[in-house]
């Protein structure tokens, strides 16, 4: 069974093949923590208005947009399918999903998407300029980035 799982303590995207009503669907989940996330955006934006959250949101808005461009169906995700992969630690915002008839698209192709496109949206919302590198960085590596990044203003 294929799975793939990119995490760090800001962020995660998990992707592993299921099975619901007995065909084999690819199972979302992603998280931010917003704890992690709060020095970058405090006293900046109104109520509403956090990109970590819209940009979680968004990202999970285009991955509906490329599955569907690929013949395949997203659907509605009950977040219990994903409530053992959330730590238990820390203020946590999700977004799980279910992709029905994905045909070619695998967990590491989605994983990479979704890293690279959140990751773009946190850089864009950062008031330090910093150059991120090219590329899927070792989530590890990739938190060090977002430590300075997140640093308070």
Not at 33 to 61: A, H
Not at 102 to 109: F, K, P, Q, R, S
């Amino acid at each position: 069974m294929e799975s793939l799982e990119y995490r760090n303590d800001y962020f995660y995207f998990v992707v592993s093949q299921a099975r619901k009503d007995g065909k084999e669907v690819l199972q979302y989940c992603s998280g931010v923590n917003l704890d992690k996330f709060m020095p970058m955006m405090r006293g900046r934006l109104g109520l509403g208005s956090n990109p970590i959250v819209s940009g979680l949101q968004l990202v999970k808005f285009d991955l509906c947009s490329l599955a569907i461009s690929r013949g395949a169906q997203p659907r509605t995700s009950v977040n219990g399918d994903c409530a053992q992969i959330t730590p238990d630690s820390g203020v946590w915002y999700t977004q799980p999903l279910v992709i029905e008839n994905y045909g070619d698209m695998t967990a590491d192709e989605i994983v990479r998407f979704c890293v690279d496109g959140f990751v773009k949206r946190i850089a864009a919302s950062s008031l330090i300029p910093h150059a991120l590198p090219e590329g899927l960085l070792a989530p590890y590596e990739l938190q060090g980035h977002l430590e300075t990044l997140c640093k308070a203003a």
